[in-house]
């Protein structure tokens, strides 16, 4: 299991740590994320066997966000291929936590993280819709490189299947030391 828990800012704010089995209804954020549920648990198996890297903020000791990094190699290998680029995504922050610098603390971690285990290039998908996400993405140094129909699907907290197509922009980061 990936262990890790580091404490990212300087005032000792906001711990970001391996995501937890006790977390996971917490991070549904009441009905918000709940239709990811399925998804979440699946998530936190790949997190326990290496797969990928679930990783959830702390802000005065209750779960206000989180991120996961793909780490494999994926079908799609301009996004991650197991050893040069790997693939942030579901970065989210609840609202109450927004606008604080959050979101860009668990970014900054991840790719710290991916930078000391040898990876040069981070890469991060956004809808087209979602102009915050954008902003905030190209603020850190993220450059788009694509864009795509992403068609992707999921069963639900009921288990009915969820159909998804969202246009977005691929957007990719160089680790530099
Ligand atoms: C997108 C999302 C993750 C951003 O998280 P966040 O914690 O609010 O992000 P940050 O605080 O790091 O940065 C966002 C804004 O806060 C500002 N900010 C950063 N540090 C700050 C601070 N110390 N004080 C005040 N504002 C600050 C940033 O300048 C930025 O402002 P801007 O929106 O005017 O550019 C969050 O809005 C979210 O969860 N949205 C829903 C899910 C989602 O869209 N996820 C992305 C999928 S692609």
Same mark, same amino acid.
Request: aromatic share 12%.
């Given at each position: 299991?990936?262990?890790?828990?580091?404490?990212?800012?300087? &005032?000792?704010?906001?711990?970001?740590? %391996?995501?937890?089995?006790?977390?996971?209804?917490?991070?549904?954020?009441?009905?918000?994320?709940?239709?990811?549920? /399925?998804?979440?648990?699946?998530?936190?198996?790949?997190?326990?066997? &290496?797969?990928?890297?679930?990783?959830?903020?702390?802000?005065?000791?209750?779960? +206000?966000?989180?991120?996961?990094?793909?780490?494999?190699?994926? /079908?799609? &290998?301009?996004?991650? =291929?197991? !050893?040069?680029?790997?693939?942030?995504? %579901?970065?989210?922050?609840?609202?109450?936590?927004? %606008?604080?610098?959050?979101?860009?603390?668990?970014?900054?971690?991840?790719?710290?993280?991916?930078?000391?285990?040898?990876?040069?290039? +981070?890469?991060? +998908?956004?809808?087209? /819709?979602?102009?915050? +996400?954008? /902003?905030?993405?190209?603020?850190?140094?993220?450059?788009?490189? !694509?864009?795509? &129909? $992403?068609?992707?699907?999921?069963? =639900?907290?009921? $288990?009915?299947?969820?159909?998804?197509?969202?246009?977005?922009?691929?957007?990719?980061?160089?680790?530099?030391?």
């Amino acid at each position: 299991m990936i262990n890790i828990f580091q404490i990212i800012d300087q &005032e000792k704010k906001w711990p970001i740590r %391996s995501v937890q089995k006790k977390d996971l209804r917490k991070l549904e954020y009441g009905l918000m994320y709940r239709r990811y549920r /399925k998804l979440m648990e699946l998530s936190f198996l790949d997190h326990q066997y &290496e797969k990928k890297v679930y990783l959830v903020a702390l802000v005065k000791n209750k779960v +206000a966000g989180q991120i996961i990094i793909d780490w494999r190699i994926l /079908k799609d &290998e301009t996004k991650s =291929d197991g !050893k040069i680029r790997a693939y942030l995504y %579901s970065l989210r922050v609840y609202p109450p936590y927004r %606008s604080k610098g959050l979101g860009t603390a668990m970014i900054l971690f991840c790719e710290n993280f991916l930078r000391e285990r040898g990876f040069k290039i +981070a890469t991060i +998908a956004c809808e087209k /819709k979602n102009p915050r +996400a954008l /902003k905030l993405y190209e603020k850190v140094g993220y450059k788009i490189f !694509k864009e795509e &129909e $992403s068609a992707w699907e999921f069963y =639900d907290h009921n $288990s009915i299947l969820r159909k998804m197509k969202e246009p977005e922009w691929i957007l990719e980061k160089e680790l530099t030391t």
